[in-house]
Nanobody, 123 residues
Framework: VQLQASGGGLVQAGGSLRLSCAAS????????MGWFRQAPGKEREFVASITWSVGSTYYADSVKGRFTISRDNANYTMYLQMNSLKPEDTAVYYC?????????????????WGQGTQVTVSS
């Protein structure tokens, strides 16, 4: 499975960005996709995830109410709409793909990763 993330950029605090992640390859076995982020000097952290079949969504407390994750099953694409952005949201955002059932909040449970896209929020 190959993942291509896009949509990052520079935005002022309070602004919005929409990230996309397109999956290709052996996507017939799929359970969930997720977004993680990593700021300089910090560990990679969970942001949000969504299951393919039911569309169940999960969010980190830090983004709940501001970010919305969604997916387009027909095009194997996942999105992250980020509103009310804060400087502390600045990080490289990674999309990830989990093929089988299990936890969707832990990075080491995911099977494939995208290359990352930079999100910078200025104050």
């Amino acid at each position: 499975v190959q993942l291509q993330a896009s949509g990052g950029g520079l935005v002022q605090a309070g602004g919005s960005l929409r990230l996309s992640c397109a999956a290709s390859g052996r996507t017939f076995s799929r359970y969930a996709m997720g977004w993680f982020r990593q700021a300089p000097g910090k560990e990679r952290e969970f942001v949000a995830s969504i299951t393919w079949s039911v569309g169940s969504t999960y969010y980190a407390d830090s983004v709940k109410g501001r970010f919305t994750i969604s997916r387009d099953n027909a095009n194997y694409t996942m999105y992250l709409q980020m509103n009310s952005l804060k400087p502390e949201d600045t990080a490289v955002y990674y999309c990830a793909f989990r093929a089988s059932y299990g936890s969707v909040r832990w990075a080491n449970e995911y099977d494939y990763w995208g290359q990352g896209t930079q999100v910078t929020v200025s104050s």
